[in-house]
Structures are given as C-alpha cells and as structure tokens.
C-alpha cells in the first residue's frame, strides 16, 4: 500500500517524522514559579488596571504594581495584603507584578441593591467600620446605619458609629434606637475635631463609609491633613455630592490607616442571609433559634408565631429596633418595606 507520494508507509520510522522549526516537543507545565523573594505590600488605591502598593506597609515606600498573568481574574482591592516581585525601587515609570493575594481576614461587601446578585468587596482586612452619619444637613438615616452593622458583622469587621453635625442637633434620639447594643459611638462637631477618635484609629486599620454630604471628605482631612480630599456641598434636596469616586488607604499620624471610601447612597445585602441580618441585632439572636421552622421573623401575618415579638413584649424599647430589623429581612427578601 502506498501513501502520499508513493511511499510504503510501513517502511517509515521515528527519522521520518517532521517537527515543525521553533517549536518545542517538550510537554508544557503547568508549575509557576514560587516567587519566594516576593515582597509583601498593602494595596492603597487603583486606577485603571494599576494598583498603588505600599512595601510592608510603610508609607514612604510606594510602588506601581499590575496583576500577574497567573492571577487571571482574581480581585485585588484596597486593603489586600498582596506578594510583589519585579522593579520595586518605586521610580518614575517603573511596574511591578502582582503575584499573590494573602488570605483576607475580613471583607467589607456591599451589592447595587437588595436584587442585585453582583456583590462587590469595597475593602479587605480592615479591623473596624467608620459609620459617618451627620445628625442634620442631611438627616440620619437609621436604616443606613442598620445595614453597615449588617455588612460589618457579616465581614468580620468591628462597627463604629461616628455621629457629625452634633452642634446642627442632638444625638439623644438617634442613640437611643441602639441603647444596649455593643457599639462604640464617637460624637463630633463640624468645627471641632474629635480628639477621641484619634486614640480610636490608632495603629489600626479602619474603613470610613457614609452617605455623601455626612462630613466624610472633612472628616478625613482632619484626621490626615496632607488627604487634601475634595469637600463637597449639601443639595437642597439634602443629598450631597460624590467627593470620594475610589478608595483610598491614607496613612494617618499617629499610625495606622484610614480607608475612605466612595460616599453611596444605597448599600445593598443581597450577599447577606437572613441568619446573618437578623445575628447583627444582637438583642434578637438567641430569641430567633426559639422560632418555629421556616420561620421568616417578619412577624404577623407571614410568621404570626414569631418569637421575636417575645422580646418586644418584654422590652417595649426594642420595638424600634425589631421594626427596623423586619425592614432589612422584608427588603432582603425582595418585598415592599
């Protein structure tokens, strides 16, 4: 029998065989390097597909890095502890490599809306939460202030409610929706600075998240005065401007650092279950596991044996909190609130 050009092809052997010039028949690996000299940095920012490092966390050791190939999609955001190899001087025009994310010890999520399945993680490894509220110019919102508690015990971080404006009103009322829980609370004028919540943020990292208009940016500025952060002005609809468009880890004086983040006007749970909405009202926890099966905890007439009206019928001070908790399970679960 004869092949292609008349040859008998069980006379050929191994020398017959044509290999195709510059390319290798060695069998590819899939083994990456170890990358054992790598650096280890704190992310601070991002912009464009480039992020800023700082070289085991010193402020004074700035570098541009981008991600490695062999990270492909993985998330890299600020606050993430991440391995770093290549030029590393940190000079004009120079770029590094990422080429590791440690593990996160905690994370700060939020979602677009109660709907959307796209969660997004603001910040990594941050300690605590910043909760900037203004008391006035714009009004407290009590159900913001419920979700990041969410969202902090959700993601491991420790919540602080920081209260701004306290010379336009009072605290009294607002505080008093939150009377027995574990939550450090920071009162501040908007002509003075907080001298308490310096020993507060002191060599630990901290995320700063509020509604925009609540005195983030001037906030920030006084904690960090080289931030030099754009302030911005109230509506007279009462909603402020977006000053902060990314977020940024900002060395602060004393040590430490303070994450600022993007102000928002929504904060979204769809990544948090109900068992995690319903564990941040720490009053309402253990009453929740005396609830009957299935029991959605939003009360009459969906779970009319609810025992969480148990503690509201003991404690008539938690009927707030209670409401406020069914607002955040109903909207959760997609329905009118």
Known sequence: MLGLGGSDWRRLDESDVRVRPGKSTRPRSKRRPEHADASTALVV?????????????DPDRVV??????????TPIVVG???GIVGDVSGKPDTLARIIRVDERTSVLRRTADDTDPFERVVVANAEQLLI???????????????????????GGL?????????????????????????LQVIVSRHDRHPEDLDERLKDKVTALVGHSGVGKSTLVNRLVPDASLPIGVVSAVGKGK??????????LPGGGWVIDTPGVRSFGLAHVTGDDIVNAFEEFAAAAEECPSGCGHL????????ALDDVVGENPARADRLASLRRLLASRAGMET
């Open 45 to 57: 920012t991002k912009d464009r597909g480039r992020w800023t490092c700082a070289l085991d966390g």
């Open 64 to 73: 541009t890095a981008m991600r490695a190939r062999e990270l492909g999609r």
């Open 80 to 82: 993430d502890s991440v």
């Open 132 to 154: 900037v509220t203004a008391l006035a110019d714009p009004p407290p919102r009590p159900g913001f202030i419920d979700r990041c508690l969410v969202a902090c015990y959700a």
């Open 158 to 182: 420790e919540p602080v409610l920081c209260l701004t404006k306290s010379d336009l009103a009072s605290p009294d009322e607002l505080l008093a929706g939150y009377a027995g829980l574990d």
């Open 242 to 251: 977006h000053t902060s468009v990314t977020a940024v880890a900002l060395p």
């Open 299 to 306: 009360g009459s007439p969906e779970d009319p044996d609810c």
